[in-house]
């Protein structure tokens, strides 16, 4: 099994910036990637940014995102963070992490490629 922890997030205003952090625990080694997803009231769950934490580091991010998110990762502590820059109102969301034991390429912004997912932490975004 592995735990993971989000933290981070809060409130800030439009084209501000925010960062939220998700640390993993127990059996890591069994994980190849993480990826953050949102959700909005009233709104399907949507992916963000993956990253695989092998050596490779590859990242993917949802085209909503690109050029104002970051997602990078921290292997000596477990540790991946999603920098989010240029911040608009729809970015309102909550955020989830979620880790994968399996490489899942194109497929890596589908919630239903991850095995493991965290609480969720609020990011709000005011105009």
């Known amino acids: 099994q592995v735990q993971l922890v989000e933290s981070g997030g809060g409130s800030v205003q439009a084209g501000g910036s925010l960062s939220v952090s998700c640390t993993a625990s127990?059996?890591?080694?069994?994980?190849?990637?993480m990826g953050w997803f949102r959700q909005a009231p009233g709104k399907e769950r949507e992916g963000v940014a993956a990253?695989?934490?092998?050596?490779?580091?590859?990242?993917y991010y949802a085209d909503s995102v690109k050029g104002r998110f970051a997602i990078s990762q921290d292997n000596a502590k477990n540790t991946v963070s999603l920098q989010m820059n240029s911040l608009k109102p729809e970015d309102t969301a909550i955020y989830y992490c979620?880790?994968?034991?399996?490489?899942?390429?194109?497929?890596?912004?589908?919630?239903?490629?991850?095995?493991?997912w965290g609480q969720g932490t609020q990011v709000t975004v005011s105009s």
């Open positions: 979620a880790a994968t034991t399996h490489f899942c390429g194109s497929r890596c912004l589908r919630g239903s490629s991850y095995d493991y």
């Open positions: 127990g059996y890591t080694d069994s994980t190849v990637g």
């Open positions: 990253i695989y934490t092998t050596s490779s580091g590859f990242t």
